[in-house]
C-alpha cells in the first residue's frame, strides 16, 4: 500500500471514537432509507403482481339490483375490457368462540368462469362448487383468526335464515388486501370477514336470481375511469345505482397507496435528516483535521504532493467513513425493512409478500451515503488545496476573540473567567456553534415525531368513543325499515339505552365535483351518537339544511351558505337542493349530518331507520348478543370496547417498534454530534486546558471549561430543538390530513419532557466519554507539543 | 566545490510584500542573486531577515510579488501551480527546522511518501542508508529523537536524488552534537550526489561548511562572500 493511504488509514484509527459517531450516524440514515425504500419496493411490486394476476379491477360500482342482460351494455362502454357482475351480500356471521355477532361479506363468484376480475387466489383447500349454497371460501386474515381450516364451518344468517356454511378453501382477494369494515378505524379480522360463494347459489339465496348488485369493470389502458364511471352511472341510475368509482377509492386500495405514499415520504425525509448531520459532523472534524495537519498539507506539498492529491487524500477520509457507514446501514437497513415487510404482513394480506432489497435500492442508498460524504469534505477538502504550502510551514494564527454580546450586555462582572472563556469559544466558530446546535435540536425533533403521535392518538381516541361514540354497539339493519324494528331492539333485555339511526346513502354535487357519501340523520339532543367538533364541543344541527364535516366541505369546495345538489341513491332515489348550513371540524372520516326530522322530511318518508345505537349493561351483554344473532333484521353490529381494544393493540404494536427506534436514532445523532463537537473542542484547546492545569486549576474546573461549552450547546438547542419537534409534528399532521382521518398538532409537556431527556443523557453520555480524556491530559506532553 | 558553474538558480530583484490587512510586511526588497550547481550555500540573517521567504520562492513553495526566478533557464515566476508542483516533485528536495515528518508513518514510510511519486527515486532502504538510520526504519516519528527525525527528512528529501537541496535552519531545534550529525548527513549528499544546497541558519557558525555565505538583512542581500576555508561539520563548535 502507498504510504499516502497508509496515512489516511492510520490517521482514521487513531480518530476510531469519532470515526464511529459519524459513522453511525450514517448507518442509520443509509439503514433507514434501505428500510422505507426496500419495504416501499417490494410491497409496491407485490401490489402491482397482485393487482396484475389476480385482474385486479379499475372500476367498482353497487347497485340495488340490476338485471344481469345489462352486463353487455357495460361491454359497450368505451374503453371497458372485461366486465364482471356479482352479488355482494352483508350477512352476520355467528361463530364459535365469540358472544357477539360478527360481520361478513358474501361474494359471488363464477365458479365456473376462468378469467374472473378481483379473482381469488386459492392458498388452500378449493373453490365452492357450483350450485352449493353452503360452502363457501374464505379470506385468509378470517381463517386465522378463528382458527377455521377448510372442513370447518361457521353460522351466517342469510336472507333472514340462519345457515351452517362450510368452508371449503382460504384465499386471499386483491379487493381486500387491507380487510376494513366500512366505518371502522382499523381491520379486525376476528370481527369482520369475507367470503366467496357460487355466484348462482348465492343469488338464490338472496333472491337475486337473473340479476346483480355489485359491477367491476377492468379497463384498456390508457382508457379513462371518469367517462367509464360517468357511463356506468347513466346506466345503473334506474336500478339503483349506488355510485361508481375508480381504483384509487377502492378502500383496501386506498390504504395501501396511502400508506405507500407515506413510505416514500418518511423514507425521504428521515435519511436526509440523518445525512445531513453527519454531513455537519464530517465537515467539522474534517476541517479541524487540516487545521492540525496543516504542517503536514505544507510537507506533503513541498514534497511535490499536487493540489489534487492533497484534496483526494482528505476526501478519502470521508468517502471511507461513508463507505463503512454505508455498509453497515445496508445490513441494517435490510435486516429492518425484513422486519417491516414482517410487520406488514399482518396489516396487508398478499398471497405472497417476500421482501426484495434490489440493487436499484442499494446503489441509490450508497449514492445518499457518498454525497454526505462529499458535502462533509468539501470545506476541509478546498481548505487543505488552498492552503498555500509555504504558508502552512508557519502555525495557523490565532482564533479571533471578541467579546459576546451577552458580555457586553453589562453582565460582564457576574460571568467568572471559565464562563467568559465558554462563551467566546462558542462566538469564535458562529457557524460550528450553529450548526452544532441544528444538529441536537434535530434529535429532539425526532423524538417528538416519535412521541407525539401517542398524544395526538390519545385526542383522536377521546373524541370519538368518549364523546361521539357514546354507545356501546352501532347496529345496521339489512334495509332501512319501520321504527319496529328499533322498538324490538330496544326492548331486549340488557339494553339501557337505544337511538334510532338513520344513514342515508348520497351522492353529494357541488358544480362538477361529486362525492358520495352517507347522511347521518342525528336526533336533537342526542344522548348516544353525537356530534362534536374537535374542540369537544356538542353540536347541536340546525333544524334545516346540511352540516358537512370541513374536510368534506374542503373536497366539495363549498362553505356554509352554498347549495348543494343531493342525489339520494336508496328508494325513490329523490334529488334535492340543500343548502350547508354549518361546516365542523373532525378527526374522522367526511362525514355530512342532518337533523333526524329533517331527514326524514327531506325523504318524505316516516319513521324509517337503518339502525340503532344501545348502551348496554355489560353484565347481560353476552345473552344480548345470542339474541341478536336471531334477529334476521340484524344485518352488523360493531362494538365499540372491541374497536377501542383492536386500536389500541395496533397502535401499541406500531408504535412501540417506532418510539423505539427513534429513541435510539435520536441519542445516535446527539452522541454524535455532542462527542465530536467535545473531541474537537479538546484538540483546538488542550494547550489552553493543560496551560490552566499548570496554574493550578483542577481537573473540575477545567472540565466545567470543556463541558460548560457542551452545556451550553445542549441547553441552547433543547428549546429549538423541541420548537422543530413541533414544525416536524405539524408537517406530519399535513401528511396525515387524509379523507379518511386527521390528526391534530397536540404535544403534551409528557412528550416534550421526555424527548429533552434522551437529548439531555445522551449529551451527558458524550460529556463522559471526553471528560474521560481530560482527566488523562498529559501536562508537560501537551505542552511540549508545538502546535 | 568552488568551481564555477552552471547558474542553478538565477534570481532578479525579487521582492516579496505581505498584505496583513492594516500593515505590509516587506519580506523581501530587491534580491538579486544566482546558484551555481553543486555548490552549498549559507543563507545567514537574523530572523525577520527574509530568509525564509527567499528559499520558499526558490523551492516553488511561494511566489515573489516582483522580480523573475528561473530555474536552469525556465521562469519560475510565470509557472502555474500544476508546474511548480511538477518542479517541487522532481527538482527539489526540502529539510524544514521542525522537520515535517507525517508523524503517522514510520521513517521509511516518510521515504517512500516521496519514492512513490518521484521518476527515478533511490529506494528508501538507500536514502536512510546514506543518513546512516537504517536500523531506525521502521520507527515512528515519536519514537526518534529531533536528530533522528532531521536525518529522516533530510533522507526523504534526497531519495528523489533531487537537483537542489533546500534547508531552513535543519539544526534549529537540535543541540550541538545531534545538529553536527545533521550536517554531515547534508555535506555528505552533497559530495556524494553533487546536489546543490542551500542552508538557512541564523548561526554564524554553520557558514563555515559553505562554499559562499549570503548575508540577509531587512530584506536584503547585505554580502555575499566566498569561503575560502570550508570546515568539515565535525570541525564546527558553537
Given at each position: 500500500?502507498?504510504?499516502?493511504?497508509?496515512?489516511?488509514?492510520?490517521?482514521?484509527?487513531?480518530?476510531?471514537?469519532?470515526?464511529?459517531?459519524?459513522?453511525?450516524?450514517?448507518?442509520?440514515?443509509?439503514?433507514?432509507?434501505?428500510?422505507?425504500?426496500?419495504?416501499?419496493?417490494?410491497?409496491?411490486?407485490?401490489?402491482?403482481?397482485?393487482?396484475?394476476?389476480?385482474?385486479?379491477?379499475?372500476?367498482?360500482?353497487?347497485?340495488?339490483?340490476?338485471?344481469?342482460?345489462?352486463?353487455?351494455?357495460?361491454?359497450?362502454?368505451?374503453?371497458?375490457?372485461?366486465?364482471?357482475?356479482?352479488?355482494?351480500?352483508?350477512?352476520?356471521?355467528?361463530?364459535?368462540?365469540?358472544?357477539?355477532?360478527?360481520?361478513?361479506?358474501?361474494?359471488?363468484?363464477?365458479?365456473?368462469?376462468?378469467?374472473?376480475?378481483?379473482?381469488?387466489?386459492?392458498?388452500?383447500?378449493?373453490?365452492?362448487?357450483?350450485?352449493?349454497?353452503?360452502?363457501?371460501?374464505?379470506?385468509?386474515?378470517?381463517?386465522?383468526?378463528?382458527?377455521?381450516?377448510?372442513?370447518?364451518?361457521?353460522?351466517?344468517?342469510?336472507?333472514?335464515?340462519?345457515?351452517?356454511?362450510?368452508?371449503v378453501g382460504i384465499g386471499l382477494s386483491p379487493e381486500y388486501v387491507y380487510a376494513i369494515?366500512?366505518?371502522?378505524?382499523?381491520?379486525?379480522?376476528?370481527?369482520?370477514?369475507?367470503?366467496?360463494?357460487?355466484?348462482?347459489?348465492?343469488?338464490?339465496?338472496?333472491?337475486?336470481?337473473?340479476?346483480?348488485?355489485?359491477?367491476?369493470?377492468?379497463?384498456?389502458?390508457?382508457?379513462?375511469?371518469?367517462?367509464?364511471?360517468?357511463?356506468?352511472?347513466?346506466?345503473?341510475?334506474?336500478?339503483?345505482?349506488?355510485?361508481?368509482?375508480?381504483?384509487?377509492?377502492?378502500?383496501?386500495?386506498?390504504?395501501?397507496?396511502?400508506?405507500?405514499?407515506?413510505?416514500?415520504?418518511?423514507?425521504?425525509?428521515?435519511?436526509?435528516?440523518?445525512?445531513?448531520?453527519?454531513?455537519?459532523?464530517?465537515?467539522?472534524?474534517?476541517?479541524?483535521?487540516?487545521?492540525?495537519?496543516?504542517?503536514?498539507?505544507?510537507?506533503?506539498?513541498?514534497?511535490?504532493?499536487?493540489?489534487?492529491?492533497?484534496?483526494?487524500?482528505?476526501?478519502?477520509?470521508?468517502?471511507?467513513?461513508?463507505?463503512?457507514?454505508?455498509?453497515?446501514?445496508?445490513?441494517?437497513?435490510?435486516?429492518?425493512?425484513?422486519?417491516?415487510?414482517?410487520?406488514?404482513?399482518?396489516?396487508?394480506?398478499?398471497?405472497?409478500?417476500?421482501?426484495?432489497?434490489?440493487?436499484?435500492?442499494?446503489?441509490?442508498?450508497?449514492?445518499?451515503?457518498?454525497?454526505?460524504?462529499?458535502?462533509?469534505?468539501?470545506?476541509?477538502?478546498?481548505?487543505?488545496?488552498?492552503?498555500?504550502?509555504?504558508?502552512?510551514?508557519?502555525?495557523?494564527?490565532?482564533?479571533?476573540?471578541?467579546?459576546?454580546?451577552?458580555?457586553?450586555?453589562?453582565?460582564?462582572?457576574?460571568?467568572?473567567?471559565?464562563?467568559?472563556?465558554?462563551?467566546?469559544?462558542?462566538?469564535?466558530?458562529?457557524?460550528?456553534?450553529?450548526?452544532?446546535?441544528?444538529?441536537?435540536?434535530?434529535?429532539?425533533?425526532?423524538?417528538?415525531?416519535?412521541?407525539?403521535?401517542?398524544?395526538?392518538?390519545?385526542?383522536?381516541?377521546?373524541?370519538?368513543?368518549?364523546?361521539?361514540?357514546?354507545?356501546?354497539?352501532?347496529?345496521?339493519?339489512?334495509?332501512?325499515?319501520?321504527?319496529?324494528?328499533?322498538?324490538?331492539?330496544?326492548?331486549?333485555?340488557?339494553?339501557?339505552?337505544?337511538?334510532?339511526?338513520?344513514?342515508?346513502?348520497?351522492?353529494?354535487?357541488?358544480?362538477?365535483?361529486?362525492?358520495?357519501?352517507?347522511?347521518?340523520?342525528?336526533?336533537?339532543?342526542?344522548?348516544?351518537?353525537?356530534?362534536?367538533?374537535?374542540?369537544?364541543?356538542?353540536?347541536?344541527?340546525?333544524?334545516?339544511?346540511?352540516?358537512?364535516?370541513?374536510?368534506?366541505?374542503?373536497?366539495?369546495?363549498?362553505?356554509?351558505?352554498?347549495?348543494?345538489?343531493?342525489?339520494?341513491?336508496?328508494?325513490?332515489?329523490?334529488?334535492r337542493q340543500v343548502t350547508v348550513t354549518r361546516t365542523i371540524d373532525e378527526y374522522m372520516g367526511a362525514q355530512a349530518y342532518m337533523d333526524m326530522n329533517t331527514l326524514h322530511g327531506l325523504m318524505r318518508e316516516g319513521r324509517i331507520l337503518s339502525g340503532a345505537y344501545l348502551r348496554v349493561d355489560p353484565r347481560l351483554a353476552d345473552s344480548l348478543y345470542a339474541r341478536l344473532k336471531l334477529i334476521p333484521a340484524v344485518a352488523g353490529v360493531a362494538l365499540k370496547s372491541a374497536a377501542m381494544i383492536e386500536f389500541q393493540r395496533q397502535m401499541d404494536e406500531m408504535m412501540g417498534v417506532f418510539i423505539f427506534f427513534n429513541v435510539v436514532f435520536a441519542a445516535v445523532i446527539t452522541v454524535g454530534v455532542v462527542y465530536n463537537v467535545a473531541r474537537i473542542a479538546l484538540s483546538e484547546r488542550q494547550h489552553e486546558l493543560a496551560s490552566l492545569r499548570v496554574l493550578g486549576f483542577t481537573r473540575g474546573e477545567i472540565s466545567s471549561i470543556l463541558l460548560g461549552e457542551l452545556a451550553v450547546l445542549t441547553v441552547t438547542a433543547i428549546p429549538l430543538g423541541l420548537a422543530m419537534g413541533y414544525g416536524f409534528a405539524g408537517f406530519m399532521v399535513v401528511v396525515f390530513d387524509t379523507e379518511l382521518y386527521r390528526f391534530p398538532l397536540v404535544i403534551t409537556p409528557r412528550t416534550y419532557a421526555a424527548s429533552a431527556l434522551v437529548v439531555l443523557l445522551s449529551a451527558a453520555l458524550s460529556g463522559l466519554l471526553v471528560r474521560r480524556r481530560l482527566d488523562h491530559l498529559d501536562l508537560i506532553e501537551v505542552l511540549k507539543v508545538k502546535e | 566545490m568552488t568551481t564555477q558553474q552552471a547558474a542553478v538558480f538565477d534570481a532578479r530583484g525579487i521582492t516579496k510584500v505581505y498584505d496583513m490587512g492594516e500593515v505590509q510586511v516587506h519580506a523581501l526588497r530587491g534580491v538579486d542573486l544566482q546558484l551555481m550547481d553543486s555548490e552549498v550555500i549559507v543563507l545567514l540573517g537574523p530572523s525577520g531577515s527574509g530568509k525564509s521567504t527567499l528559499l520558499n520562492i526558490l523551492g516553488g513553495l511561494d511566489t515573489p510579488t516582483q522580480g523573475q526566478v528561473f530555474y536552469r533557464g525556465s521562469e519560475l515566476t510565470r509557472a502555474g501551480e500544476s508546474r511548480l508542483t511538477a518542479y517541487r516533485r522532481h527538482h527539489v528536495g526540502f529539510v524544514f527546522q521542525f522537520y515535517n515528518l507525517i508523524p503517522s508513518l514510520t521513517a521509511r514510510e516518510n521515504v517512500a511518501l516521496v519514492t512513490e511519486i518521484a521518476d527515478d527515486p533511490m529506494d528508501p532502504e538507500e536514502a536512510l542508508a546514506i543518513v546512516d538510520l537504517t536500523d531506525r526504519m521502521d520507527h515512528f516519528p515519536s519514537q526518534l529523537s529531533g536528530g533522528e527525525q532531521q536525518r529522516i527528512a533530510i533522507a526523504r528529501a534526497i531519495a528523489k536524488r533531487p537537483d537542489v537541496l533546500l534547508c531552513d535552519e535543519p539544526t534549529g531545534a537540535l543541540d550541538i552534537s545531534t545538529g553536527v550529525l545533521v550536517l554531515e548527513a547534508i555535506e555528505r549528499v552533497n559530495r556524494e550526489l553533487a546536489t546543490t544546497t542551500a542552508v538557512i541558519t541564523h548561526n554564524a557558525a554553520i557558514s563555515n561548511i559553505a562554499d559562499r555565505v549570503i548575508r540577509l538583512a531587512d530584506g536584503r542581500i547585505d554580502g555575499i562572500e566566498a569561503n575560502e576555508r570550508k570546515l568539515r561539520p565535525d570541525q564546527l563548535s558553537w
Open positions: 500500500m502507498r504510504a499516502i493511504q497508509l496515512k489516511v488509514f492510520r490517521n482514521l484509527w487513531r480518530l476510531k471514537g469519532q470515526v464511529a459517531a459519524i459513522a453511525v450516524v450514517i448507518t442509520v440514515g443509509v439503514a433507514m432509507f434501505i428500510t422505507y425504500f426496500s419495504t416501499f419496493d417490494s410491497l409496491s411490486r407485490t401490489q402491482a403482481t397482485f393487482y396484475e394476476r389476480y385482474r385486479f379491477a379499475d372500476v367498482f360500482a353497487g347497485v340495488k339490483r340490476a338485471p344481469n342482460h345489462l352486463a353487455s351494455r357495460f361491454e359497450s362502454i368505451p374503453g371497458v375490457a372485461q366486465v364482471d357482475t356479482r352479488v355482494v351480500a352483508e350477512v352476520a356471521l355467528d361463530v364459535e368462540g365469540m358472544s357477539e355477532p360478527v360481520s361478513g361479506r358474501l361474494i359471488s363468484m363464477d365458479v365456473a368462469r376462468t378469467a374472473r376480475l378481483n379473482d381469488v387466489a386459492l392458498l388452500r383447500g378449493r373453490l365452492p362448487e357450483p350450485g352449493r349454497t353452503d360452502e363457501v371460501l374464505i379470506g385468509e386474515g378470517f381463517a386465522l383468526a378463528h382458527g377455521l381450516d377448510p372442513g370447518g364451518s361457521f353460522y351466517a344468517v342469510i336472507n333472514g335464515r340462519k345457515r351452517e356454511l362450510d368452508v369494515r366500512p366505518g371502522d378505524l382499523m381491520p379486525d379480522d376476528s370481527r369482520f370477514g369475507v367470503m366467496w360463494m357460487d355466484h348462482k347459489a348465492l343469488a338464490t339465496a338472496f333472491d337475486m336470481e337473473g340479476g346483480f348488485n355489485d359491477i367491476a369493470l377492468q379497463l384498456v389502458p390508457g382508457a379513462s375511469a371518469d367517462a367509464a364511471i360517468a357511463s356506468l352511472d347513466r346506466l345503473l341510475e334506474p336500478y339503483g345505482g349506488l355510485g361508481a368509482f375508480p381504483r384509487s377509492l377502492q378502500i383496501s386500495n386506498w390504504y395501501l397507496d396511502s400508506e405507500l405514499r407515506q413510505l416514500r415520504g418518511f423514507g425521504l425525509f428521515v435519511p436526509v435528516v440523518f445525512l445531513s448531520v453527519a454531513a455537519f459532523l464530517l465537515n467539522v472534524v474534517l476541517r479541524r483535521i487540516v487545521a492540525v495537519q496543516r504542517e503536514q498539507i505544507a510537507a506533503l506539498k513541498a514534497l511535490g504532493y499536487s493540489n489534487a492529491q492533497v484534496g483526494w487524500h482528505y476526501a478519502q477520509w470521508s468517502l471511507l467513513i461513508s463507505v463503512v457507514g454505508g455498509i453497515f446501514g445496508i445490513w441494517l437497513g435490510s435486516w429492518m425493512g425484513r422486519g417491516m415487510i414482517g410487520l406488514y404482513n399482518d396489516y396487508f394480506r398478499f398471497p405472497f409478500l417476500d421482501y426484495r432489497l434490489t440493487t436499484g435500492v442499494v446503489l441509490t442508498a450508497t449514492l445518499f451515503g457518498l454525497a454526505a460524504a462529499i458535502v462533509g469534505a468539501l470545506g476541509a477538502v478546498r481548505q487543505a488545496v488552498r492552503l498555500p504550502p509555504a504558508e502552512a510551514m508557519r502555525p495557523a494564527p490565532p482564533a479571533l476573540y471578541r467579546k459576546t454580546w451577552i458580555e457586553r450586555l453589562g453582565i460582564e462582572r457576574v460571568l467568572s473567567q471559565p464562563a467568559r472563556i465558554v462563551l467566546r469559544n462558542l462566538k469564535s466558530h458562529p457557524l460550528r456553534t450553529a450548526a452544532s446546535i441544528v444538529g441536537i435540536g434535530f434529535s429532539a425533533g425526532l423524538m417528538i415525531i416519535g412521541l407525539f403521535f401517542l398524544d395526538t392518538i390519545d385526542v383522536v381516541m377521546d373524541l370519538q368513543f368518549n364523546q361521539i361514540q357514546r354507545q356501546d354497539i352501532t347496529l345496521s339493519f339489512v334495509e332501512p325499515r319501520a321504527s319496529a324494528a328499533f322498538r324490538e331492539v330496544s326492548r331486549l333485555p340488557g339494553v339501557l339505552d337505544a337511538a334510532p339511526a338513520r344513514s342515508l346513502a348520497v351522492r353529494l354535487r357541488a358544480g362538477h365535483r361529486t362525492r358520495q357519501s352517507a347522511i347521518l340523520g342525528i336526533e336533537t339532543a342526542a344522548r348516544l351518537q353525537r356530534v362534536v367538533d374537535t374542540d369537544f364541543r356538542p353540536v347541536d344541527l340546525p333544524p334545516a339544511g346540511l352540516v358537512l364535516s370541513s374536510k368534506l366541505a374542503e373536497i366539495l369546495r363549498v362553505r356554509p351558505g352554498s347549495t348543494l345538489t343531493l342525489e339520494v341513491l336508496e328508494g325513490t332515489r329523490p334529488v | -
